[in-house]
Structures are given as structure tokens and as C-alpha cells.
């Protein structure tokens, strides 16, 4: 009788370790399976660089491609900046900029100081693209796959070392 | 090159710590009794890589150095030196290197507490103890490397620190926490070396019952400050949330009261023994498991740490093989109760045990409401609930009332049996005439009587009598008062503590007052017969934020107060913080909290009266005090 008792804290943490295993499973992925294999969404905005240009889904071309969500104010975006640009300079793949509830003076700036990495900014001001993305901030970005859906969705810096784990796969 | 030998030296740490893991075991295995004499330099060595590569760290947050990713995402060019020392910490990958230093400083600490090391128990304390520090070094390195380089792209500026992360409360709240959380491993070790060595006499239970109430006393210091952090930092004028982080300090800080006492019987009688052991793994598996929940992204909280499943499994993996090990050999050691077992409804031991249950229970209830929302999503296939509040203070209620009933006159239950019951009609009446003058007093200052301060004051009344007015009567009665009083000063104080901390509870959700509003400068609001005038509002800049500052006068019959509310933009992240205004005063504080610029000059406001509120953090740092005299005071008696 008393072994049994013995064995029953055992016994519930075990099942514990194993529910917690599978509830870490199931979770990993909610982030980000809303929009993983889904259409990159429509919009129809300016670019940076000219405000009377009005883009849309159609104009992210030459795909693969990413979509780097940024702004002045955010400087985590300068810390993953650098990257960016040795991304465009070695060719690796094409970047467009979601330039993220900004102004379009002190971002032009900024590019014009620090380089610019992107094909061309999107002038999202409002935030409405960044809405349907589901943004939470910035920096994030997307990878877009040569069949035009949403490949990747990192939140934060881009690093060398998320690159390898989370990008570079989809670009063999 | 600095980075890159802090690296090295937290590499060294976990050879060492390999070492020291595995060594006492072959010992043991091959039961020669040779001298353990390596125990000692080792565990100062381990202590001492860790915390050399820490100042590392410390080193490259204070000279900006963002080639580090830890450093660039936490700090910024900006940030005040005091803040970025402690940005080393603000976040998971290097808070984790303190919790190795922190459960490696204890290991110290008991070594060298003890005259003797040549034995098999403390050997094996040690060996345990290593893999602890162990598993969570290999954790470190392999999946939270706060080393790593961000070369060749390094950035020119850091993303800075949270910015409600920019308070002095906070940056020794983790220390103080990770002191308690890890200090959970020692009571842990000694149970498992105490069944693999068979050795659960009563040095066991004397060994371990200090360093359980040690760290149990970090933890309430830890979350003590939480709480008040939290209570001027958000803006809400809370001091506890029942979020989710909080619960995993709060259920280990209540099976670690459990454990103390408990051990006090195993020590005393030599009863409980089963129970304290499996209340010391229970502890430190509570303590394992908070680290799981906040940082494996199972359950979302406003407690930010990243985000990385891959953690969360290495963490779950040392909670596997520590807990589910050390359960394995407790269901296979099983000690026989001894014949002298036998203590009555009325005695010491039957108040411990229902201490214990109540206790166990509660943490237990607890632990089940935070995880439930992962239980149902699981069960209904991805549909979300949240376990809030009302659970969790409707649960707590009984449980208080039950454990403060019992800690009033656990004092003067006799072993085995309580044989004079004298002491109920004294401590009822010191107890009713301490009752009486309080709500007196709440009702000279309220004007009304509501049923929760009620309780609250009865139980407040009653711990006191029995805990310190009592013990003073009669000290002073038989003229002993010194005696008295210094044999159980911990005691004292920790249980005073408990008494302040309920009453402040009681008070403080019964007659707190509150008020949103919209005021343009010139405009006033009274509130409780207090005026809330707005006086003016103006842009300040602080180093790394801009703030807007409003002046507030709070007026009662005489006096004049004036108070500064400030809403701050960190520049950095551009993120908000509210710096609620607050004064203090014994009975009550005054508290504005700025809100939303709504139109011109015209601003909401939260304004609030929090009554007793200061009593609450005031008895949990009486608890901690009590807690340190008393095993402090068991450590220089012992060892």
C-alpha cells in the first residue's frame, strides 16, 4: 500500500513532463501559421521614395523576395540594418521595405545616410498593411517563396544565425 | 576579446561542473572513503568562472560593445550606466547566467558552512548540486549564448533596454528572485543525497531546514518587490495580478513554507519524513517549472521573455530528468514511519500536518488554475479561456483564514499532545481587545465596516496575540522577557509579517477608491472628501526618453500636497511608460496615474486613494527578516 502511495507523485509528474511536451509542440507554430502558405495580403499604397506612385501586391516582383518591416524610430532596425545590406551587396535576394507608420522625410534620410538596402520602401503610414500582416512592430520580415505565398515570418532583428536557421533553406 | 574570455571561462564552469557531477558518484559506487577533499576548492573554482564571466558581460553592457546581439537588443549608447549594469540581466540569456551564479554562490555558501566534508552526504549534496548548475550552463551555451557575436554586421546603436525594465525596484528584483528560485536546488540536493546515501536521520532535516528557509525568504523578498514595482510602474494601481509569472514565485514560495515546517517536525521528532523529502523535490520542481512556463512561450504573459520553443524543451528536459529522476528514487526508497509515530488531534504535529495540507493544496489549486488554459486548449482543440482573478482570490480565501486561524495558537500546541489548553482563553482575549481597537480605527478613518476588512482584522488580531503580544505578556510576567523574546525572534517577525501583510490585503481591496476622468489644467476632482487639482502639465527630457510632467495638489481640510505624475516615451524603442505619482502616508496613498492626451491641454487621469497598501510589502519584508534572523541564526548554531 505504502510503495503505491510512493509512486504516485511519479506518476502525476510524469504524465505532467508529457502533457507539457505536447502543449510545446502545439504551440510553436500559432505565431505564425495564420499566415504561413497564405497570399502575401492586397494593397494598394505608395512607395517611399514617390508619393504619387501607388503599388500593390503585383509590383513585389522577382521572387523570392523579402519584405522587411522597418522605421526610424525603431532601432532595433538599425541593429539588424547592416545585415540587410550585406544581403543586397552580395546579391542573395531581393528586399522591399514596409516602411512602418513613419514620415517620409526622416526615413528618406535615414537611407540616405546609412544606405538602402530595399528595391523600394511601401509608404505604410497608417499601418493598414502591417495590419493585415498582422505586424506586431518593428522589425519583422517575411519571406515571400518563388510561388508567391508567405514562406517565413520572423519578429525582430534579422540576424547571420536566424538567417541560416529560419531563411536560407528556402532560397536552395 | 573581453566577450569572447567571459565565453571561455562559462565554458570552463561547465567542465568543472561536468567534473564535480560525476566524481562524488563513482565515490559512492565504489564506496571507498577516501578524503572528498577536492570539494571545497572545487565549488570556490565553479563559483568563481561564472562570476568572472559575468563581469564580462557586466563589462560589455558598460562600454556599449553592440557586437554582442545580447548587448545590441538590451542596451542603447543612451542608457544610464547604472541601468545598463543591470540590463545584464533584463533579459533571458543573461538572467540565466545569473541563476548559475546564483545556485553556484549557494553551493558555496553550504560548503563551506560545513567543518566536515568528509562524508558521503555532503559529497553527494555537492555532486547534485553540480549537475544542477550543469544542466543549466549546457542550457546557457547551447541554446542562450548571451557571447554570441553579431559579426561582421555589428550596429552602432542597441535597441535599449525594456524600458519598464528602467526602475531601480526592478533591477534587484531578478537577483533577489533568482537567489530564491535557485536556492530551491540545495533543500532539493540534500533530499537526494539524504536517500542515496540513506541517510534521513535527523541531520538531514537540521541540515536542510536552514537553507530552505533562506532561500524561501529570497523568494519573498523577490516577490515582494515585484509587487511593488508593478504597483507604481503599470499605472493600475495593482499590486498582484494573478498573471502567470507571478504564480510560478508564488507556488514555490508556498511549498517552501511548507517544506521549513515540515522539516521543523523531521528534525524535532523524526516524523514526516517521506513528506519533507518529497516537499524538497516538490519545491525545487516548482521552482523548475515557473523557469518552464515563463520561458518557453507555453503561456503568453506580460512578463516578456523571447519567445523560443527550442528553450522550452531543454528546460523541460532538465525538469524531466532532475524531478522525474529524483521521484524515481524516492518511490523506491521507502522509509517506514517509526513505531513512535503516534501524536494526537491536539498536538504540534497534527498543526504542522494540517499547515502542510493547507498549504500543498493551495499551491497545487494554484498551479492547476495557470495551467488549465493550456489543459482546455488542448482538450477543446485550440479554443482559449483565461483563468482570472475572481478564481484565484475566491480559491485563496478559505485557505487564509484556515492557515491564519492555526498559526495564532500552533505556538503552544504541545508535542504530541497539547495537554494545557490555558493559552486559547489568553490569546482569544489579547486577540478581542486587539480586534475591537482596530476597527475602532478602521472605522474612525472609513467610516464604515465592510465584511473582508472584518476578517481580515480578526485574523490579524488573533496571529498577533498569539504570535508577539502573548509572548511579551509573558516574558514580561515571569520577568524573562529577553529570553523570551530572542528565542524566537525569527519566528516573530516572520509571523507579524504575515498578520501586517493580510490586514493589508483586507484593507486595501475593501475601501480603496477610484476615479477615471478627464481634467484640463485648472480642474479639480474630490474624491473621498480629498480634492484632486490639476495644475499644470510640461515636457521634460530625461536621457534616453521624453516625458510629460503633470502637477497635481491634493488637498484635504488643512494640508497641501503636491504630487508629479509623468507619462515617458523611451526614444530608443519608442515605447510608453506610466511614472504613476504617488504619496505615501502610513494609512493610505494618494495615487495618479496620467493617461491619454484627449483634446488641447485636457488629460485622463486615473486617481486613486489605496489604503494600507504600504502594510503589505511592509509585512512581507518583516517575513524576510524574520526568515533571515531565524536561519541565520540555525546556520551559526549548526553546521
Known amino acids: 500500500m505504502n510503495k503505491i502511495i510512493h509512486t504516485v507523485p511519479l506518476v502525476f509528474f510524469g504524465f505532467l513532463v508529457a502533457f507539457l511536451f505536447f502543449s510545446l509542440g502545439n504551440k510553436n507554430d500559432q505565431l505564425e501559421s495564420v499566415l504561413i502558405d497564405q497570399n502575401f495580403p492586397n494593397f494598394s499604397l505608395t512607395t517611399l521614395e514617390d508619393a504619387n506612385r501607388i503599388i500593390g501586391k503585383e509590383d513585389i516582383v522577382d521572387l523570392p523576395a523579402l519584405v522587411n518591416v522597418w522605421a526610424t524610430w525603431c532601432?532595433?532596425?538599425?541593429?539588424?540594418?547592416?545585415?540587410?545590406?550585406s544581403l543586397k551587396e552580395n546579391s542573395v535576394i531581393n528586399i522591399y521595405g514596409l516602411n512602418y507608420k513613419d514620415s517620409r522625410d526622416k526615413a528618406l534620410i535615414t537611407l540616405e545616410q546609412d544606405g538602402n538596402p530595399f528595391i523600394y520602401s511601401i509608404f505604410d503610414k497608417t499601418g493598414s498593411l502591417a495590419m493585415d500582416l498582422g505586424v506586431y512592430g518593428a522589425p519583422e520580415t517575411f519571406?515571400?517563396?518563388?510561388?508567391?505565398?508567405?514562406?517565413?515570418?520572423?519578429?525582430?532583428?534579422?540576424?547571420?544565425v536566424v538567417w541560416e536557421k529560419k531563411f536560407s533553406m528556402f532560397l536552395k | 576579446m573581453i566577450p569572447e574570455i567571459g565565453h571561455i571561462l562559462l565554458i570552463a564552469a561547465l567542465v568543472v561542473s561536468f567534473v564535480g557531477s560525476v566524481l562524488p558518484f563513482f565515490d559512492l559506487a565504489s564506496k571507498k572513503s577516501y578524503s572528498q577533499s577536492y570539494i571545497k576548492p572545487f565549488s570556490i573554482f565553479l563559483f568563481l568562472l561564472i562570476f568572472f564571466s559575468f563581469l564580462t558581460l557586466i563589462y560589455s553592457f558598460l562600454v556599449?560593445?553592440?557586437?554582442?546581439?545580447y548587448v545590441a537588443e538590451n542596451s542603447n549608447t543612451l542608457l544610464p550606466n547604472y541601468f545598463k549594469f543591470a540590463a545584464t540581466w533584463g533579459a533571458h540569456e543573461g538572467s540565466l547566467?545569473?541563476?548559475?551564479?546564483?545556485?553556484?554562490?549557494?553551493?558555496?555558501?553550504?560548503?563551506?558552512?560545513?567543518?566536515?566534508v568528509d562524508n558521503a552526504f555532503t559529497s553527494v549534496t555537492f555532486g547534485i548540486m553540480s549537475q544542477v548548475i550543469f544542466?543549466?550552463?549546457?542550457?546557457?551555451?547551447?541554446?542562450s549564448n548571451p557571447f554570441e557575436r553579431l559579426l561582421p554586421f555589428s550596429p552602432m546603436q542597441g535597441s535599449d533596454l525594456n524600458p519598464s525594465l528602467q526602475d531601480f525596484a526592478f533591477t534587484i528584483h531578478p537577483p533577489l528572485l533568482y537567489m530564491g528560485y535557485s536556492g530551491l536546488a540545495l533543500p532539493f540536493s540534500l533530499a537526494v543525497a539524504a536517500m542515496m546515501t540513506n541517510n534521513i536521520e535527523s541531520s538531514w532535516a537540521r541540515t536542510s531546514r536552514p537553507w530552505s528557509l533562506l532561500s524561501c525568504s529570497f523568494l519573498t523578498l523577490g516577490i515582494g518587490l515585484g509587487s511593488w514595482w508593478a504597483y507604481y510602474e503599470l499605472g493600475w494601481g495593482g499590486w498582484w495580478f494573478w498573471d502567470p509569472v507571478e504564480n510560478a514565485a508564488f507556488v514555490p514560495w508556498l511549498i517552501s513554507i511548507a517544506l521549513f515546517h515540515s522539516l521543523i517536525v523531521t528534525e524535532k521528532r523524526g516524523l514526516f519524513k517521506n513528506w519533507s523529502l518529497l516537499l524538497s523535490i516538490l519545491s525545487f520542481a516548482a521552482s523548475l517549472l515557473g523557469t518552464f512556463l515563463v520561458r518557453s512561450g507555453v503561456l503568453t504573459s506580460v512578463h516578456a521573455f523571447a519567445l523560443d520553443p527550442e528553450r522550452g524543451l531543454f528546460i523541460l528536459g532538465i525538469f524531466a530528468f532532475f524531478i522525474i529522476g529524483s521521484l524515481v528514487i524516492y518511490s523506491l526508497k521507502n522509509y517506514k514511519l517509526s513505531p513512535?509515530?503516534?501524536?494526537?488531534?491536539?498536538?504540534?504535529?497534527?498543526?504542522?500536518?494540517?499547515?502542510?495540507?493547507?498549504?500543498?493544496?493551495?499551491?497545487v489549486s494554484i498551479m492547476f488554475g495557470t495551467l488549465f488554459p493550456i489543459l482546455y486548449e488542448a482538450y477543446t482543440q485550440g479554443k482559449q479561456v483565461s483563468v482570472g482573478p475572481p478564481y484565484f482570490n475566491f480559491l485563496i480565501m478559505p485557505f487564509a483564514i484556515g492557515l491564519g486561524l492555526l498559526q495564532g495558537v500552533g505556538l503552544y500546541l504541545g508535542w504530541g499532545q497539547t495537554?494545557?489548553?490555558?493559552?486559547?482563553?489568553?490569546?482569544?482575549?489579547?486577540?478581542?481587545?486587539?480586534?475591537?481597537?482596530?476597527?475602532?480605527?478602521l472605522y474612525l478613518l472609513f467610516g464604515k465596516f465592510n465584511s473582508s476588512a472584518v476578517i481580515a482584522s480578526l485574523l490579524f488580531a488573533w496571529i498577533v496575540a498569539g504570535n508577539?503580544?502573548?509572548?511579551?505578556?509573558?516574558?514580561?510576567?515571569?520577568?524573562?522577557?529577553?529570553?523570551?523574546?530572542?528565542?524566537?525572534?525569527?519566528m516573530i517577525f516572520a509571523h507579524t509579517g504575515i498578520a501586517f501583510l493580510v490586514l493589508g490585503i483586507g484593507v486595501v481591496s475593501s475601501f480603496s477608491s477610484e476615479k477615471e476622468l478627464i481634467l484640463g489644467p485648472g480642474d479639480s476632482y474630490d474624491l473621498e472628501g480629498y480634492s484632486f487639482k490639476f495644475e499644470e502639465i510640461n515636457f521634460q527630457k530625461g536621457p534616453n526618453y521624453s516625458a510629460q510632467v503633470a502637477k497635481i495638489n491634493i488637498t484635504d481640510q488643512e494640508d497641501t500636497l503636491t504630487l508629479i505624475s509623468e507619462k515617458r516615451n523611451y526614444t530608443a524603442s519608442n515605447q510608453t511608460t506610466t511614472e504613476a505619482g504617488i504619496i505615501a502616508e502610513v494609512f493610505k496613498d494618494y495615487y495618479v496615474a496620467l493617461g491619454e492626451n484627449v483634446s488641447n491641454d485636457n488629460w485622463s487621469f486615473r486617481l486613486q486613494i489605496k489604503p494600507f497598501v504600504r502594510w503589505i510589502w511592509f509585512g512581507a519584508l518583516l517575513v524576510a527578516i524574520g526568515g533571515f534572523i531565524s536561519s541565520l541564526g540555525h546556520l551559526r548554531k549548526g553546521s
Open chain 2, 340 to 363: 513512535t509515530s503516534i501524536y494526537d488531534l491536539t498536538s504540534k504535529e497534527f498543526g504542522f500536518l494540517l499547515n502542510n495540507l493547507l498549504l500543498v493544496v493551495l499551491a
Open chain 2, 419 to 441: 495537554k494545557n489548553f490555558s493559552f486559547v482563553s489568553r490569546v482569544a482575549i489579547e486577540a478581542s481587545v486587539l480586534f475591537i481597537f482596530i476597527n475602532i480605527v
Open chain 2, 468 to 490: 508577539f503580544l502573548d509572548i511579551i505578556i509573558r516574558g514580561f510576567q515571569a520577568n524573562k522577557l529577553r529570553v523570551f523574546i530572542s528565542a524566537r525572534l525569527g
Open chain 2, 135 to 143: 544542466a543549466f550552463l549546457i542550457f546557457t551555451l547551447l541554446t
Open chain 2, 97 to 116: 547566467v545569473l541563476w548559475t551564479l546564483c545556485i553556484s554562490l549557494w553551493l558555496v555558501a553550504f560548503i563551506y558552512s560545513k567543518k566536515e
Open chain 2, 64 to 69: 556599449d560593445d553592440f557586437s554582442l546581439t
Open chain 1, 75 to 85: 532601432i532595433t532596425c538599425k541593429v539588424e540594418h547592416p545585415f540587410l545590406m
Open chain 1, 143 to 160: 519571406l515571400i517563396g518563388a510561388d508567391g505565398l508567405i514562406k517565413v515570418r520572423h519578429v525582430g532583428a534579422l540576424t547571420p
